[in-house]
């Protein structure tokens, strides 16, 4: 058997696929979801600040306002959840 769980409740139901713990296994309500994935989210916001700063550098060359625009967006957003999620 699995146990499922949102964000409030865990039931055991095995046709259900959102998150999946095996029995008897210890569901933490303040962090839910998978070390892989925690993982692979922090990897996609370090990698937004290298290629926000790529695209600013080709948005400068090609005198692109929108691109400035959007790349210094990405590198903010970015280094805004890295620092939420290591410090807040």
């Given at each position: ?33 998978p070390e892989s ?43 805004g959840i890295l ?6």
């Open positions: 058997n699995w146990i499922y769980c949102s964000r409030n409740t865990a039931v055991i139901e095995p046709r259900l696929k959102i998150m999946r713990w095996r029995e008897g296994q210890e569901v933490d309500p303040d962090n839910p979801y994935t925690q993982m692979m989210m922090e990897m996609a916001y370090w990698m937004s600040i290298p290629i926000g700063m790529a695209l600013l550098w080709i948005a400068f060359k090609g005198r692109i306002m929108w691109l400035k625009v959007w790349s210094i967006g990405l590198m903010a957003l970015g280094i620092v939420y999620e290591n410090f807040a």
